[in-house]
């Protein structure tokens, strides 16, 4: 594929976003399936001169479909969705219940736990008991079609960093909006990624990669104020207000050039360091999600290191880590030597 070496900026929409540099080959679908063979590209990372914003190369929406294939292994997490929970209600007072909300890509985890009649879901894909419980407020749709006005607040729950055109999508959700509505949303921080999990930082479901001040500009230039951040850890979880006022985009490109290259450089230093540690002796693999799939591409040494898997969680079993020939069964590990967690291998070794 030649490379089209300067692209349009998702945030700011000039056309200067700059071909940075291309991951390994790394599954389109990063979960464990059925197939043996399946498609495999490297993720082209792109940054823009004028505002800094990373993303990925152009895909289309037929090719963004497939990076989710047919089933989800997104994790229930409800004890941080309740703190979250508390963190919004408290933000309105108390009269979060009463106000006119829609939720954006909240088809598998919503936010909210029961029916409301002033809360509204928007998404492309819904699990049939959220379609079930939400009735006629779960709308399947692009929320490119949406149709609504009045909102008082939109929630997006790590969505925005798999859209398309979030610069179009955060210009809807001011149209929406009440004069004096708000946005919740939550993103990954690319900034904890390179530091903690490197390998998890950059593949094909995520086409922009958010720092707090990338996230800051796609609001700021549509019409939006900082309200509240609530975190900025591992995930950035903030609230924008619709303002009138016109606020100044921060061009990040130096800083965030500079997060490039040391990610760049760790995952240079890790894979000389397996080199290393990994040359003979082959091992049982313990878990076999999205995190151990993107290792094993991400440092290829261990494609022929690994001899099956195991992991705890039924749905896995008799199906194949994507892009190998490793296939995972549901055991749970006993104390051989031989077999090794490598999510907790590497949290000891970055
Ligand atoms: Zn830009």
Wanted: hydrophobic share 35%.
């Amino acid at each position: 594929m030649k490379i089209n070496m300067i692209i349009k900026c998702r945030v700011c929409n000039t056309k200067n976003s700059k071909f940075y540099y291309s991951t390994n080959s790394l599954p389109e679908y990063i979960w464990p399936t059925k197939k043996i063979k399946i498609s495999k590209s490297s993720c082209k990372v792109f940054i823009c001169k004028k505002c800094g914003h990373i993303q990925l190369q152009n895909f289309t929406y037929k090719k963004i479909t497939k990076f989710y294939g047919s089933q989800s292994f997104v994790i229930n997490n409800s004890y941080k969705m309740d703190i979250r929970r508390k963190k919004i209600i408290k933000l309105f007072e108390n009269k979060f219940f009463e106000k006119k909300g829609i939720e954006i890509g909240g088809g598998v985890n919503p936010f909210a736990k029961n029916f409301n009649k002033n809360y509204y879901i928007v998404d492309t894909r819904f699990e049939q008991n959220i379609k079930k419980k939400f009735k006629k407020n779960a709308l399947s749709m692009k929320f490119e079609n949406f149709k609504g006005k009045n909102f008082d607040y939109a929630i997006l729950l790590h969505t925005l960093e798999h859209i398309k055109n979030p610069s179009q999508i955060v210009k809807k959700i001011n149209k929406i909006l009440s004069p004096e509505g708000r946005v919740i949303v939550e993103v990954p921080n690319f900034f904890y990624d390179i530091k903690f999990k490197p390998y998890y930082s950059i593949f094909h479901q995520h086409l922009s990669m958010f720092s707090l001040d990338t996230l800051k500009n796609v609001f700021f230039i549509n019409g939006f104020k900082l309200q509240k951040i609530f975190t900025s850890k591992e995930n950035i979880f903030i609230c924008f207000k619709k303002t009138k006022k016109k606020i100044l985009i921060k061009n990040c490109y130096n800083k965030n050039k500079i997060a490039l290259e040391y990610l760049k450089n760790k995952m240079h230093k890790i894979n000389g360091f397996l080199k290393n540690k990994f040359h003979k002796n082959k091992f049982i693999l313990q878990g076999a999600g999205g995190s151990s799939s993107l290792i094993i591409h991400n440092f290829s040494l261990f494609l022929n290191k690994i001899e099956f898997a195991l992991d705890k969680d039924p749905k896995k079993s008799n199906l194949y880590i994507p892009g190998t020939n490793i296939k995972i069964f549901n055991k749970k590990s006993n104390k051989e030597i031989k077999i090794i967690n490598l999510v907790k291998y590497f949290k000891s070794i970055i």
